[in-house]
Every structure is written in structure tokens, then in C-alpha cells.
């Protein structure tokens, strides 16, 4: 006797993604799914989901990276080339910028991550609280 598996809806990836970009837990946005930075609560305050098994690893670091210095890189090479600012005010000015940029992009890159994982159902979010529809 062969057991049925249980029917799983689809979740829409894009808006646990964006949910999770917000800072929202992905199955419900509403609750935040951050308890600092970036430390990532053990479970939804509202919906009950858990989120200690998520796997951002270093996705969002690399993604951070990769976004920062394709907005600096060209900035840099245009800001040098039309002003010709001196060596010590360009390293200053744009250490101080990357560093802002990273620091605002870092957990907003885990929440997509993290909300992608769930939508996908990966690292033990197959089972969980019940699908919430998209909408406001």
C-alpha cells in the first residue's frame, strides 16, 4: 500500500522574494524576519513558520559584492575623469559610499534569499504554516 504524498500549492517566488526584501516573513508578510541586522528570528511571530533552517550562506554577501562595485566601478572611472579630484578625497569619498551601500544592500539580499528558499521550498521549508494568497 503506497501512502499519498499531501497536494502542495505553488508559491509565488516573486513575492516571497520581495516580502523577504522587505524584511517580511515570506509566508505572511506581516511579521519582521529580522531580530537584529541580520540575524534572522527562529520563527514568525505571526504565522508560527520557522526560519532557523534557512541557508543564506554567503549568497547575499557575494550578491552585495557583485551589485556595489558594478554601481562604483563606473562612477569611480566617470567621477575621476571629469573632475580629477585628488587621490585621498576619491578613497575617502568612495569607501564612505561603498560601505553605506553595502550596509543597506546586505539584508535586503538575505530576505530575498531567504524568501526565495521558502518559496522553493528548500533547507526544511517544505512543510510550514499554510500559504498565504499575494495581495495587500
Known sequence: MTTALPIQTERSVGEAMKRGALGRCPACGEARIFQ??????????????????????DGPAYFTILVVSHLAAPLLLLIYTLYR??????????????????LLL???????????????????FENGAPDRPSGP
Request: glycine fraction near 14%.
Open 106 to 124: 546586505l539584508p535586503v539580499f538575505k530576505g530575498g534569499f531567504i524568501g526565495l528558499q521558502w518559496a522553493k521550498r528548500m533547507h526544511g
Open 85 to 102: 579630484p585628488s587621490t585621498l578625497t576619491l578613497i575617502a569619498a568612495f569607501l564612505g559610499g561603498v560601505t553605506v551601500l553595502s
Open 36 to 57: 537584529g541586522y541580520l540575524k534572522v528570528r527562529e520563527r514568525c511571530p505571526n504565522c508560527g513558520e520557522e526560519m532557523h533552517h534557512h541557508r543564506a550562506d
